[in-house]
């Protein structure tokens, strides 16, 4: 652990990694990019804390930064729920290794937090836009957000990258990490208890997408199975019902898709190309949400993460030199 100056830190990034530091390292220099990282706390939560210990160089320049060994097979919500509870700043800020903020990312959610505002979530880039199946997952997981995109309050926002009052998330106490299996549940959630969320587009990520179909169906389907568990948990009569009526989800995410990408700025040419590719993914993510209305979670906490974490196996090499090289020296 390593702090700098008297004052507190105004944002904590949470970083997951499944190994070890070289996982993370550039996220960690877009971090290191920022504007204001004088008034930033990097959370890298690890397996074991030995092996993600960033080297001096990697954090210098930070306001401070901590270590949260989480043990083995840590899912992505147990490791984002360990790292907000071990923050230090007001505003809790999640980040991916595959997710590359932009340089004015952080000043400007500090920003935005300084409203009512419970979640301020980013605008979306591409990261890797060369494939059309890193188009149809980006649409599919990121189309809401897309940048270009409007500010203003919406009822959910980027999962993984969106940022939080450390407060009002506390209020959940031991139900915090079973909500962040579904970020889009827990902003749902926040919007019935009347919190407001927001979308901030000065604030920018570039995602890094699944490319290779191999990948990309069962990860749609295991996401898609997490999400429809947690959003009847215990409640089996709203289970049964929307069950009933899953097959008629990737029609109308299909129509919302599409009017994402029909928007001013978007890709629109892409769309012929897209069409195909997109209700292949959409009919698995439909598939995992009827399992998970009709059977549960099952193993997809575990499958899942297996997807989340080392992105650059589940896209070409190219992709992965491109990133290397436009990260920040």
Excluded at 101 to 110: D, S, T, V
Excluded at 150 to 179: D, M, Q
Excluded at 289 to 297: D, N
């Amino acid at each position: 652990m390593n702090d700098r100056g008297k004052d507190g830190p105004a944002l904590s990034v949470v970083l997951a990694t499944p190994d070890t530091f070289e996982s993370v390292r550039l996220t960690m220099q877009h971090v290191q990019s920022q504007s204001v990282r004088q008034q930033i706390e990097v959370v890298i939560v690890g397996p074991v804390e030995q092996h993600i210990r960033p080297p001096a160089e990697a954090v210098s320049g930070l306001w401070g930064y901590q270590l949260v060994a989480a043990g083995a097979g840590m899912s992505v919500a147990r490791a984002n729920a360990a790292g907000i509870r071990r923050a230090r700043a007001p505003v809790v800020a999640l980040a991916e290794e595959h997710c590359f903020p932009e340089p004015g990312w952080a000043e400007a959610l500090i920003a935005a937090h300084r409203g009512p505002w419970a979640v301020v979530g980013p605008a979306m880039r591409n990261a890797n836009p060369g494939t059309i199946v890193s188009w149809c997952d980006f649409v599919i997981g990121y189309g809401p957000w897309m940048y270009p995109v409007k500010a203003g309050p919406a009822p959910f926002l980027p999962g993984h990258n969106s940022s939080y009052k450390k407060s009002i998330l506390l209020e959940y106490g031991e139900r915090l990490e079973g909500l962040m299996e579904s970020e889009t549940e827990l902003h749902l959630d926040l919007g019935r208890r009347g919190y407001q969320l927001y979308l901030e587009p000065e604030a920018r990520a570039a995602h890094t997408n699944f490319a290779l179909m191999s990948s990309w169906l069962p990860a749609l389907y295991y996401a898609g199975r997490v999400f429809a568990a947690s959003r009847f948990r215990g409640r089996r009569v709203g289970s049964l019902l929307y069950a009933a009526g899953s097959p008629l989800i990737p029609v109308v995410r299909l129509w919302r898709c599409l009017c994402e990408l029909a928007s001013p700025g978007r890709p629109h040419k892409l769309i012929p190309r897209m069409l195909p590719v997109l209700c292949v993914g959409l009919a698995a993510d439909g598939w995992g949400q009827l399992a998970g209305y009709l059977l549960g979670r099952g193993e997809a906490v575990e499958r899942l993460a297996a997807y989340e974490f080392h992105r650059y196996q589940h896209v070409p090499d190219a992709d992965r030199r491109t990133a290397e090289e436009q990260a920040p020296a």
